[in-house]
C-alpha cells in the first residue's frame, strides 16, 4: 500500500481554472492537493484572472502561473500549449464554467487552457461551476453528453445556495471533495466494477418521542471504508445510521435511524451486492413498544421492555447466494478470541477486531483481521489508513473466493 501512496505522491497534475465565482475554492484546492503530495502547476484563461490573481495561485502553488498562449511562453521550443499536456499525469478544470465546458465539447481552442486540454495526452477531469439555469439549459446538457463520451471524468456539481442567491444545482463541489477525488483517481481500479454495500454510524432505538437507546460510534469507520473502496473504484452504496460526516462524492447514501430500518435497507439493497461490509454498530436490542408522546416524569420506577433487533449481518451470511462478508467485532477484553467466535458464529469469511473502548468515535484505530487463514495485525493509523489495509485484504481473499 505505501509503494501505492509513494506512486500517487509523485503524480503531478495541471490544475486549469476558468470564470467563476467559485475559482475562490481553488486557492484552498491547490492547498490540499499540495498536502497529498500531489504537485500543482496552474493554468489560467483571461476570465479567471478577473476573480483571482495569478500571484495568489503562483504563490500558493510555489510555481509560475501560465496564462497566455502567446505570451509568457515558458518552453524553450516555445510550446507551452503542447508541452504542458504531455508532461502532467491530469488535467483537472476546477472550477469549469459553462464557456469553457462548451469550448471542451466541440474541440475550441483559442487560448491557452482550451490548447493544452485539446492537445492533451492524459486524463482531463472537470468540476462544473454555474448558475442552476445555465446548468439545465439544455445546450449545456448537450454539451456534458458530449464531454461524457469523449471519455472526459465529471465531478459534480453540487446542488445548494448559489452566489447569485439562487439554489440548486450548479455549486462547484468543495475543495475537499475534489482533492479526494483527484487522489482516488489516481489509485490503481482493483475493485473497478465490483458492488460494495456498508451498513455504518450507530443506531438509534426509540424509546419516547425524545429519548432513545444509541451508542458512541461516530461512523468515522465506516466512512473510511466507504472512501476507500471508492478510491479502489468499486461501486459503494453506503446505508448509515444517524452521523454529523458528510458522505463522499459518488457514494450513493441511504440514511437510516434505527437498526429495523438498518435490516430494511439491507434486505432492499443486498441482492445487488458482491460484497457486504457490516462496520455498522447495530443495536443489539430495541424497545418492544416505543410510545409516541414523551413519557412524563413520575416517582415509580420505569421499566423498559428490550426485545432483540435482527442480526444484519447474520441475516446476509445466511442469504442462499451470499455476498462476500466482512463484520467487525468491538469489543472490551479478550479480543480475538471473541471475534473468531463471532466470525465462525455468523459463518463470514473476514472479520475485523477492534477493542471498542480504543476504537470508538477516535479518530484513529487498531485492528486485527481474522479470517480462515489466520491473522493480520494493522498497527495503530489513521481509520482511513486502516480502511485502505482492510481492503487490500478483502480483495486477496476476495480474488481466492472468486478463482476457486
Ligand atoms: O463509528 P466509529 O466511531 O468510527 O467506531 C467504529 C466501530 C468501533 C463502531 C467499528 O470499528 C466496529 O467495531 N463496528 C462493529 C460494532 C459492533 O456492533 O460490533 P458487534 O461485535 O456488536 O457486531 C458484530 C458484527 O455484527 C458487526 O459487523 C455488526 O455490524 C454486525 N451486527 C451486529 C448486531 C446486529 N443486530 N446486526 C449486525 O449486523
Redesign the pocket.
Known sequence: MQRIMNQIQNKNIILGLTGSIAVYKSAELTRLLLDQGIQVQVVMTDAACRFITPATMQALSGKPVFTELWQDNHATNQMDHINLGRTTNAILIAPASADFIAKLAHGLADDLLSTVCLARDCPLIVAPAMNRKMWENPAMQRNLKQLETDGITILGPASGIQACGEEGMGRMLEPGELADAVFSFFWPKLLSGIKILI????TYEQIDAVRGITN???????Y?VAKAALELGAVVTMISGP?TLLCPHGIALKNVTS?AEMFSAVQELVADADIFI???????YRVAQPVEHKIKKSASTLTLELIP??????YVAGLPSPPFCV?????SQNLREYAET?RKA?NIQL??A?L?QE????DD?E?VLLDAVGETILPRAD?LTQARALLQRIIQLYRQGTQT
Open positions: 451498513t455504518a454510524g450507530p458512541r460510534s461516530s461512523g468515522k469507520m465506516g473510511a452521523t437498526a457490516g462496520v455498522a454498530a447495530v443495536a443489539d433487533n435482527p442480526d444484519i449481518l447474520g463484520g467487525f467485532a468491538a469489543e463471532k455468523k472479520i475485523a477492534n471498542v476504537a470508538i468515535g477516535a484505530n485492528m481509520k
